[in-house]
């Protein structure tokens, strides 16, 4: 029945044996470039050279070796959850993508079986492998991931911003989970994410983009993302600047990027009645609400967010990109090569940066 | 311009001067039942001859005089927020109603322009006044409502019933939050209003209703709103019970109705990847939640529910009184008296009754 | 209860007794300029000093006294609904606005009663009288409105922008009835309507706002409402041009501004599968669709629109105006004396114009 | 990467080589019983045993051979496009079924990669190719699918139910594509979708269900699927009978099942201002309609309907299905060998059955 797709494997070339990787080896802090195999490629899969990565907070809890991390890392897995790619193999009944193609990757590999994933919500999918976590990644010279993973480039976009479509595609999702156009918008926390956030909230028709951080360098790079105000909480009081700059209105909806209970409290105090939450940031422990007060008495919907709409917001994403209404290139503080992967993690620790992307061995940037 | 419209008031007949009406009549525990003045009627009002009462535990709370009553309530107030009543005089401009209709009646009165008003969210109104809670109520032989807040009785529903369609459309509201039809729905608690909850999701067609509480008296009740399943929690473990009674699916939605803590945590973690959880319950306290593993790396939907939307929720539990497919006479265990209000309020606080229904003075149960 | 109501009539001064207005007079073409009553304040009420009005193609069509204004007009009726006055005199019972206030007017004075009302679907009525059509209207010195009907002008907007926004809401609610953010937008039909729907879709986050039309000079001012392309379908295929646009995808969505059938045809013809037309032109006849192709097949969602939301709509327009990100100065061609509202009739009838508002007399522009 | 997957294909015994099937043989009137080779699967396909299998209005086309046919299907073709059977081989890379598993079957196969596909629109996937249409069907002993395409037959549901989920995704589609809940809804034609459509709005919470059709026999059939009225539009009135069924209201929302234009404008009258109609029947020729008064003025929504949502359909009707709220039994009227295709053929042309079902050559009925 498959008359089109590729009944066998094709490649471009000679295939190389090993290649570098960035590797969590060991149960403990850190991580060790190695050399180790290319990846295989079943049926349905293809290999990618990669271009491109970008390093997520994430990294930074595997580096560290955290609670998280112990409970959900296997070593050794060679890490990177975000990157672009050239397609150079091509697995079996493959037809989405040919040799050459530039692509960006999904990275959550999931069933297609479960309740969620048959209810379009493959994003929550119960047996979600992700790259670059439970299985190898594309930290490293070469990745393989399911073909219908790959995400065409959009033309006329630099490969950094190729390199970190995927995160931005965690802020898209917060973003679209509720109305835009002509709404109230704040931003709680401006790391990576929620830099992305603002120039998502401003290009997809928020009237106005309050940012939040307790950082000066990271409201600086909000401030380069276009938000129409940023409030720095250390200082100023957010729901009284809020209502400030709404006139009193409040906030029609917030999207919580920094995981801290102050900022979802605030933010939810900053809605106006009726409003929406929509929840990416990842809080490190429980904590308490008043329900009453700040959920049930204002009608507020909360949403939790993870991952990215397969694919409903990756289009999205690329049609924000296409027609230059978005422009990531303020959030991109530094790129460097993948050897240096240990001092991009310095970087993150300290606050010195937004997003950092990483060139692999062989690349220039 | 308002050719059709009242433009001066209308009366039935003689005018009584005054009425007895249960009155929160001092800032400590307990009511009185006292002769007041038989409430006026402005332009845009109607006066209602009381024909049955609801009581409620917003009713039960006020009587104590609990720490939310001492912040809200200001003595002399006269109490009942859930009544039906017929009409017996109208202000100046009132064209929606006339003489003689049998109205049941919103218990928000609200301000038309705030914004959650100008946005079709009143039941959320920044500035609502709740009838028998902020200004006069229903426990009385005479209660005057803004015109726009009665809604008339479908044909052919008991007097009881009538009486209790505002708490009823506080189950309609939770339970049309999110999807219904085709879904595996949990009610947990089954009070009042979760066991209209129970009704209200079989009728409008939840595929499966379970309901949890921990006393046998209300798990029966459950039982006879028609609960595919109810689950007794002092005993059995409602996350283990969901997925078995589910064959591991888990829940579409959860329609808190308990306040609980547990309740909460149980229900998100019964839902399945992707559902909501809809929040009329109030909590006692402010609690904690484990964000991380039970809303947002699950991908839940959560909606703090108060009031009714005005006017979406009465039409549809109109509906679905008026096609017979939600029968609420098992919810109403006892009718009695409005002077024994006080008996009333004994068998809420010792959890022994579903619904009370009063009758005011002069009418026959 | 209503405390804060005005309980009697308040006015500002001594109150005139006759106004000049275009008025309706007879069931033929034209209109006459006559002194009329300034009118009366009901309950709920308020008079307006009219400040600024704006001609539509509806007073065009009854001035020539087309079929459907035979029909539906009955003589001797004041035209304009679309219009901006201060608030000169408050009738009984009203609170939220205060004399004084400068407010725009909702043009459709609803029941609150029938389904449709209770179902905030106030924009379709079933007892709908329209200002300026089934009842007086503000081409005039003085128009009655009832008090809901008001909205308050955003602070720093020109005061032809506040008389347009009741058409300009049109086209809000055409725009808003689907998805926008990130969406490729046509727009068919470069009429005022179009023209706002052009800069609406831009300031709400459409990537693409592709604009139709056969006259270039509305055309051109369709470049000025920030258009990212336009067609003039006299000399050019729509669906061909609109595929180039897209490269290949096609529209998400269309903004049927025109009433044409080929318009219609194209539209739905170049949107993407699973497309919303949104449909706001009134087509002068019946016409057919190959349903089977341009609708069924492609899994196309269609909405008849009419009015505004009462009033999610106004508010969306308010924060559009509000923030400035939508300017609607470039659709306002011409500004002139309601004296000379024959001119201003043929202007429309010639295709020479955008938007003309009309200054009262008495007001100075 | 697919550590779980099936590297290479797996078999439950010897293959046959040849089979019978219904075969689409030459561009002309009716059909062929040959003997043709059993299917191949590639990557990601398995093959079928047939078990039962549905007639559709589809393959009457095709037998007729009408224009529509003569412009899509390319003999030769295996015809069937609904059917359940149990899966005895796996292509390579399957693993979201088993050997031995009994399963439905969706019939569109699509790209994974169009514009529709990416946003979850799978249903109108721009490069569908339809079994039994498109590509080789299940009127045959076997017949390879996706192994995506399986749907896991739900515990106890009868086969001949379990051989009709496709076309009954169809009217769960259409259903589910606006409110069901405490909604009137009418079903316009009473065909075999028409009948699932009346059984599912039952189902899914409907207040009531009213049915129209010409045809005595199968407005039986109707109040066996448990209408709550039936109209016979060529003795009765659609509009008024509804308007007297409905107490005024009108319909909320219309299932159109029938391709007639009389009821698809009768539907849309009959609608309350506000409703939906969802356009599931195909219509003959391209048909007229007053846009104005029918749908732009009452402010209605329309669907155009195909196929299923891949999978949220099949998951909503396997909740139906499971629950055992819904039975389709009474709309199956005859089971018959599938050698007896053309006699199945004749009774659909007459008017003279619900949905017809085949035993294929060596099943027993």
């Not at 195999?37 to 580096?63: F, M, N, Q, S, Y």
Request: proline share 5%.
């Amino acid at each position: 029945m498959t008359t089109t797709a590729t009944a066998e494997k094709v490649r471009t070339s000679t295939r190389a044996k090993t290649m570098k990787a960035i590797v969590k080896a060991a149960s403990a802090p850190g991580i060790e470039i190695r050399e180790v195999p290319v990846p295989t490629v079943g049926p349905g899969e293809i290999l990618l050279k990669v271009k491109r990565a970008g390093v997520c907070g994430t990294d930074l809890h595997i580096w560290i070796w955290d609670r998280w991390s112990q409970g959900r890392v296997k070593p050794p897995v060679t890490l990177g959850h975000e990157f672009v790619g050239e397609v150079i193999e091509l697995g079996a009944g493959v037809v989405n993508v040919k040799l050459g193609d530039l692509v960006s990757s999904e990275s959550h590999v999931i069933c297609h079986t479960c309740v969620a994933c048959r209810n379009n919500l493959g994003h929550v999918c119960e047996n979600t492998r992700i790259l670059g976590v439970d299985i190898n990644g594309g930290f490293a010279e070469y990745v393989t991931i399911p073909a219908v993973n790959a995400w065409h480039i959009p033309p006329g976009i630099p490969i950094e911003v190729a390199a970190i479509m995927e995160p931005t595609g965690n802020a898209v999702h917060t973003a679209f989970a509720g109305p835009l156009s002509g709404c109230n918008i704040g931003v709680t926390g401006c790391g990576p994410i929620g830099l992305f956030a603002i120039g998502i909230a401003r290009a997809a028709g928020a009237t106005r983009v309050i940012a939040s951080d307790v950082s000066p360098y990271r409201l600086e790079l909000a401030r380069q993302m276009k938000a129409d105000a940023v409030i720095d909480v250390s200082k100023e009081n957010f729901v009284d600047r809020v209502r400030e700059l709404t006139h009193g209105r409040g906030l029609d909806g917030v999207l919580e990027m920094s995981g801290k209970p102050e900022a979802m409290r605030d933010g939810l105090q900053a809605l106006r009645n009726g409003g929406r939450l929509s929840l990416l940031g990842l809080p490190t422990e429980p904590f308490d609400l008043d329900w009453n007060r700040l959920l049930i008495f204002k009608g507020i919907t909360l949403h939790g967010i993870v991952g990215r709409r397969m694919y409903e917001t990756w289009d999205q994403l690329d049609q924000l990109l296409r027609s230059g209404r978005l422009d990531l290139r303020p959030s991109i503080t530094h790129t460097m090569p993948m050897e240096r992967f240990d001092e991009a993690i310095g970087l993150l620790r300290e606050g010195k940066a937004g997003k950092v992307v990483l060139v692999p061995w062989g690349e220039t940037a």
